[in-house]
């Protein structure tokens, strides 16, 4: 399977890019997404691609985009790829790595959703007893279900800065009372349907992240990626115990290998091993597979 590590389109302004993905402007009211194979961790991108990920990420997204329509609008535009990147070559190379989107104003706010207890969520439960102030039960282990999934959101730090946690009150100063009720009680109406779903075919999403948009109107959108091996925490349900992190179908994988080199975390990032990029692509494709019943 073939990789983009970056893209670079011929008539077209480049907008940004990120960890993962290119955007170009298109027009005035609509921008060109392009997710890359690149894989992050640790804040830093890795050198080796991931080939097909960034296929899957918008194969799946788009997945959640049309199951969740009814729910919150989305960013898709009608535009046909073909009609923006009009090279034959360029669009042979892009695959199904790129989406046309609605040009939307992001919102300065992560919406994170936790179903279960893991990662940094659990680190400050030990700590504190509750995660970003929302007190929980206590006696519970590591990747333990939540009595009820939580919105627990996030800045959304500049490049080479980390995201941090804060607390409703905090989301609520930042964006106002009424937009700030709405991104929480969509964030958790979208996970709770899909992570239903996401376990009759399987899977266990244990946490997630959305991010949201308005539009001229001010009507609130869904954007970016959505319920995607790299902005959730995916388990399979059939090796899910309690008390320990379970295997995952998402770049923990990645993150789990990087934890046992001597490494400070800092660039530059070290080179993976070929099996380690053959495993990653295979549980991305196995994620996309189980969810959506495209193989």
């Not at 034959?88 to 279960?116: C, F, H, N, T, W």
């Not at 996401?198 to 001229?216: H, N, P, S, V, Y």
């Not at 090796?239 to 001597?262: C, H, M, N, V």
Request: hydrophobic share 40%; aromatic share 8%.
């Amino acid at each position: 399977m073939s990789a983009l590590f970056a893209s670079d389109l011929s008539g077209l302004t480049l907008v940004n890019r990120g960890k993962v993905r290119d955007i170009y402007q298109v027009g005035d009211d609509q921008l060109l997404i392009v997710a890359s194979d690149r894989i992050s961790a640790f804040d830093l991108v890795l050198p080796q691609p991931i080939p097909g990920k960034g296929e899957v990420l918008t194969r799946v997204s788009d997945f959640w985009f049309e199951r969740t329509r009814d729910l919150v609008p989305n960013h898709r535009a009608d535009t046909p790829l073909d009609r923006v990147v009009t090279d034959p070559g360029e669009r042979a190379s892009l695959g199904d790595r790129a989406l046309v989107v609605k040009r939307l104003e992001p919102l300065p706010v992560e919406a994170i959703v936790r179903g279960y207890i893991i990662g940094s969520g659990w680190k400050d439960y030990q700590r504190t007893g509750a995660i970003c102030g929302i007190a929980l039960p206590p006696g519970l282990a590591q990747a333990d279900k939540l009595p009820e999934a939580i919105y627990t959101p996030s800045t959304k730090a500049a490049a080479g800065e980390h995201d941090e946690n804060i607390d409703f009150d905090r989301t609520v100063a930042l964006i106002g009372r009424a937009l700030a009720e709405q991104v929480r009680d969509t964030s958790l109406r979208i996970y709770k349907t899909c992570a239903e779903y996401a376990r009759e075919r399987g899977i266990i999403i244990a946490d997630t992240k959305f991010e949201f948009g308005l539009d001229a109107a001010g009507r609130l959108h869904l954007i970016d990626e959505v319920l995607t091996p790299d902005s959730s925490r995916f388990w399979p349900q059939d090796q899910y115990r309690a008390g320990s992190s379970p295997p995952s179908f998402d770049k923990q994988f990645i993150r789990d290998y990087l934890e046992t080199l001597d490494w400070d975390k800092t660039p530059p990032a070290p080179e993976l091993p070929p099996d380690i990029v053959a495993k990653t692509a295979a549980k991305y494709r196995e994620a996309e597979e189980r969810l959506t019943g495209r193989g």
